[in-house]
DNA sequence: ACACTGACCATAA
DNA sequence: ATTATGGCCAGTG
């Protein structure tokens, strides 16, 4: 279809379930390449000015750290968010990361 | 049209 | 253990 990795990354992204969260590599494996996990990020960047509602609080990196929440305004929004959603953060980093990962490919399996 | 950057990940040295 | 580099796609200068 006419859909380019962009569009992708913002259906996956809203598909993401309330109390979950996603990783950048599990995002851009899933569509097929790892590589890709930047453009997610920058995917992100663009949701704000995207027409769609894009919970980029639930996406972090593999290592469940929140390596984006500077761009949420600067401050610990991003965490604060996650916590309000039970997810729980210690020191911007999420924990029982794996328990909460919501892996698109593991998930939504095939698309 | 060319070069650099960007919220990453994995491998190599 | 840490640092460097390759890889991928799109956007911007």
Redesign the pocket.
Known sequence: MDK???DKVYEVAEQIPYGRVC????I??Y???????????????????SSKN?P??R?????G????????GGNNT?AELLISEGIKIHNDKIEDFENVLWDPSVELKEY
């Open positions: 380019n990795f962009f990783s950048y590599g599990a851009a494996n569509l097929g390449s790892r590589g890709s996990a930047r453009m997610v990020g920058w995917a992100m960047n663009s949701s704000k000015t894009i980029a609080h996406v972090v990196n593999s290592k750290l929140l390596t984006g929440k500077q761009h949420f991003m």
